[in-house]
């Protein structure tokens, strides 16, 4: 006896937009924003996903501070300055004022600190001496999001130019 395939029913078929959040949520971690944009993608009602929110808010799996607080916190460890946090923040749905309560908590001495580790995971400080190894690492950390005057400020004064200098002469 054969079964049909058609017959059975899929595994997603018969899920409820909570049943289908708590999946979702059971990989990573959302925000509210994200996770209405999914449930209403996966084509969930928006009176049942406000529910569905509300309720995984209410129940302590929806938390947007305690996201953007983790998020930074891993951003910063990987190198990446407090622009492009705020930028990858607001990717995710985070509000402006989720993503400013992290700023506020951003220290400069601490920025230069994960600058300083980001610089030496990359290069040696013999090589920053050369002026193209200091412009390239220039150029790493303000992709990163640090500010100019941070930079400025860890690397130091740029290395002159030794061979423009000789053809001076």
Not at 35 to 64: I, N, S, W
Not at 107 to 121: D, G, K, N, T, V
């Amino acid at each position: 006896m054969k079964i049909q395939h058609s017959a059975l029913p899929t595994p997603h078929s018969s899920l409820t937009p909570l049943d289908y959040a708590y999946r979702l949520l059971a990989r990573r971690a959302y925000s509210k924003q994200e996770l209405t944009d999914k449930l209403l993608a996966k084509g969930f009602t928006e009176a049942a996903v406000t529910r569905t929110v509300e309720r995984l808010t209410a129940q302590g799996y929806l938390d947007d501070a305690r996201l953007a607080a983790d998020q930074a916190e891993r951003l910063r460890e990987r190198g990446f300055g407090p622009e492009a946090i705020k930028a990858k923040l607001a990717q995710k749905g985070l509000s402006s004022e989720t993503v400013g309560h992290i700023e506020a908590l951003d220290h400069a001495a601490e920025e230069m600190e994960f600058a300083r580790r980001l610089l030496a995971s990359r290069f040696s400080p013999d090589a920053l001496k050369q002026p193209q190894t200091y412009a390239r690492a220039f150029r790493l950390l303000l992709r990163r999001g640090y500010a100019q005057e941070l930079i400025e400020r860890v690397l130091g004064a740029a290395p002159s130019d030794t061979w423009k200098t000789e053809e001076e002469e």
